[in-house]
């Protein structure tokens, strides 16, 4: 018994000796998710933030949308202005023969307002608003009476214009409001005002006497009128909006279908105008143009004074879009033909023109190419000597109707490429059938330890993608690829 | 009221069962009569008793050797030994304070005041298998991890009563008066991890409830980030040592056939602790606390777009993520009135032959609690005396996952006084590497009795 004791014990003397202990047999083996991430189409374009070009539209088609805004190009108020006048001179009595007391002098002068405008002749008006300013020195040793008057300007009650002052000796100082008179000019676009003036007692004439005026009018204008249009009116347009699309990390051309051009007018002028949108035209890069309209176009501007009326023009069904345009042109004139008839506007009344050009995603699109950096965060793993191999496992769902050629680069600081995910550039299949497509995983597995240190130490993801479609689709925003990326490793304990 | 299990103990056998003339066979078999008149029992030295039950680390399944130097731990092997549900890790302890007990004619008195601890730890199978094998070991099916934490303390004031009908029935009970000192008790504490084996996202649940208290007040705090646990030992106060309050029982019978063959049975610790001194309950589960919350557990299927962009862009946003993701787990902490604790239960039949009057064969048969789980053993028993002053036994247990349990026992039966020693797994010390439950038991009591030729002691103590 002694000796199978002592036999066992020397068999087992060295067995909590753990100094060639090295860990366990076997690596364990673990494996956690790291992203599930999903893009739609509608989320990029969110993510892109407050982006006025990019619009969803009724149809879940993603359009880009670059709106030429000529609001009020043609508006009344600028045909609603008197010319401002200054005016000064003196009227002068001369004592001549009858020398002495002369009774009930009086002097005369008048003052005209007019509204130089070619276009119309105004019938009757209402003045929103006009100031009248006049001076008044005499050389009389006594006062007087100053009297204003005008036959073609009339309150509200239709009383011709009249107004009545007491002059004092010397300097007087005459102001009046015309807002709210109406104006009736006799056969063209002037009112004459009279201005008389008459002693208040004998004046002893033995002397010149003066009466000197200074008179100044100033915001004169009308709020409405009843007017005749009397030449044609043509008011010329052009806007160049930038494209915005070429960022330098994106590039390539691509078919658009179906471009859409709405031409949207408002009219409160009371008659009808015309619209004529010579040119709709992409351009920039060192690219052919890109015009829109095979031709001009002509579209009637009807009366429609509280809403804007769309109208839908023939566009080119395809073009060539270069991503790199760095223009869109819209160019045209806006004209109101005369009429014999009288029109009543006010002076808010105008035509105004929007002109938006839509390029929905109907696109086939070939070699589109998308690079990114993406800046890695320090991110603490675990020693990687204890890790036997690295697996980073890649699922797609593609339910994008476009193929992708991806490749992920891992970089360091100074973005030299030290490794990449792919062999060759991943090929992705877009979805054809409306139906998603999954794809078979990916692996990038890295046995070596140097690898998978490069791996983990990167300190920038350079991601490039080329896009491709095989003929038209149409791209819903709602529309996505889905990535899963999950990631599983050996390690000895 | 639910009784949960408090006191767990080694559950090889006390080898002084099986010592005739050892006055403490009276502890664990109440209805044999006592082998003395008196006896008396000193602090610390009459009986002190330590013991591990370890059926779960086993040096020859976790370790591989080369030239007898262990090279590396054995993974797949030692989940391979686990059970699934329980794999425990048990200690206790013991000890006399002060005891007593003599005869009145066919009755047998006794009283005894001892210290008790025990520990027990279990957890399940999948535990061990996600640590060593990590969680891809576990796509198939959900990782199911049980683990089972209990811990006592606790004082035994006990009085305890043999009782000889006749030559060949005897009975006794002994009353327990139990006086906690610290209890740590898990109702539940388990854990589900599912691993999706094409994505790898991650599912778990949780459960968490679980009592402690101690006489000394203490504070805990669950936050993550703070202190988790505060001993309070200024606001200590004599009367908490006798707030945690208990009874427990142990009743026993013995009949003996002839001079060669005896039965008896017996239950051991039927009976509670009410603890409510600094009584804590913890309790956690997964909170509906947002996207990650599915099926009631937190599910982790990868960052998304967003998440994704700021981890990679925006260094603050780590921390920011980490701290969303724990407010998933929720864990709390709540002072109760109190909770109660059950005494782990044993259940005893023993059969003895009796060759003579100096050669005895034993088999006994004990189905104890540990914990929620029941722990069956077979105990083989031979002990002699081959004079009165020396008593020798061996035992051999067999239980679930432990099949080397070779004990022995050696007492010396002097004028006034029995000195004992035992060991219920001796083959550690022969051999280090098949250690699983290392144990020992020794004591010291002085007790007189009459001369063996007394033809009523001679009747009890065979």
Redesign the interface.
Known sequence: MTII?VF??S?????????????????????????????SIE?IVSRLGNNSVLVVGDDNILTMVYNAEFDEIVKASSFFDFDDIHEEGDEVIIPGRNKGYRDNTELSYTVTLEMSNPYFRLISGVMESGDLHMVITHGFDIGGTLTISSSEIFMADETPFAYTVDLAQNQNDIHLNLAGYIVRPHDDNEVDITVDFSTSAQVNLTEEKVLHYNYTGSSLALREADLVQISRIAVPYEKDMNVHIQNGSFGGDVIVYDPIINISVKNSFDKEGHCHLSSTTFSGGGNPDAPLLPDPVDIQIPNSPYAFQASEMSTISSIHFYTDYTTLHVDGEVTVEPTAETIHIDRNSSISVRIATKIPLKIDMNDISFRDT????T?ELPSVDRIKDLTL?I?FENDLPIDMEAQIYFCDANYAIVDSAFVNPHILQGAYANAPVFCE?IYIHKKDFDEISRLLNCDNLLLSVKLYTHGKVDVDVRRYLRT?????W??Y? | MSLLVSNIQAQTSEMVHFMRYNPWQIYTSPGTFAPCDVYIALPVISNLQAGVYNPTFR?GKL??????????????RFVNSLSKRNNWLVADFSTEIVGFGFRLNNLFLSFDYRLKANAAFSASKDLFGM???????Y?DKPADINMQLQVSAYRELSAGAQYRLNEHLSFGARQKFLIGLANINTRKLSAEIA??P?????LLKYQVDMNSSCVVPYRINPNIGEQHFELLSDEFALGNIYKNFGLGWDFGVQYRFNDHYTLSASVLDLGFISWKSSAYKLSGEVKDNGACYQDGGFL??????DE?EN?????SY?EEVVDSLLNYFSLEANMIKRYTTGLNTRLMVQFDYNLNDKHRFSALVQAARVGRTLVPSLTLAYSASFTEWVDLCVAYTLMKNSYDNLGIGLGFNLKVVTIFASCENIIPA????RLSNPNFQFGIVFNWKKKVSDSATQASIY
């Open positions: 004791a066992v014990a068999c087992e003397k060295n067995a909590f000796d753990f100094s060639r202990f090295n860990g366990t047999d076997s690596p364990s083996e673990w494996g956690v998710p790291l992203a599930d991430a999903t893009y989320s993406i800046q890695m965060n991110i496992q699922l995983p899963k990326v999950s990631a599983k050996s390690l304990l | 040096y370790f591989e050797k080369q030239d007898g130097y262990p090279t590396h731990l054995t993974s797949q640590v060593l094998l990590g969680n891809m070991a796509t691993t999706d094409t994505s790898y996202g991650i982790f299927a990868g960052f998304n777009e994704l981890f990679i862009s925006n260094d780590q022969i051999n280090r590497t």
